[in-house]
């Protein structure tokens, strides 16, 4: 089993940078994939980001390309998604998750934190 706890979310205005961190615990993270997705009021869960278990592969949904970074210390079993410029609509709960390979269907992350509130004000 792992656990996964998401924390680095907040308000911020628009224009302005949060990096979110999640820290897994019970199982070591370095042979899973790891997703980030978020779900805003009212609309799917939709993805985010995702890197490979080697740090080696990155995707990203091309409404945050050029804006967001994941990343991950395999040391420290942790990951990390580092936003910036946001905007008002990147407001949502953000998750992170763990599975098997990168993948933009969060039907193949098995693992899922309890999420953290982002808001951006315009």
């Known amino acids: 089993q792992v656990q996964l706890v998401e924390s680095g979310g907040g308000l911020v205005q628009a224009g302005g940078s949060l990096r979110l961190s999640c820290a897994a615990s019970?199982?070591?993270?370095?042979?899973?994939?790891m997703g980030w997705f978020r779900q805003a009021p009212g609309k799917e869960r939709e993805f985010v980001a995702a890197?490979?278990?080697?740090?080696?592969?990155?995707s990203y949904a091309d409404s945050v390309k050029g804006r967001f970074t994941i990343s991950r210390d395999n040391a420290k079993n942790t990951g990390y998604l580092q936003m910036n410029s946001l905007k008002p609509e990147d407001t949502a709960v953000y998750y992170c998750?763990?599975?098997?390979?990168?993948?933009?269907?969060?039907?193949?992350?098995?693992?899922w934190g309890q999420g953290t509130q982002v808001t951006v004000s315009s």
């Open positions: 890197i490979s278990a080697s740090g080696g592969r990155t």
């Open positions: 998750a763990a599975g098997a390979f990168v993948s933009s269907d969060n039907k193949q992350y098995n693992y």
């Open positions: 019970g199982r070591t993270l370095r042979t899973s994939a």
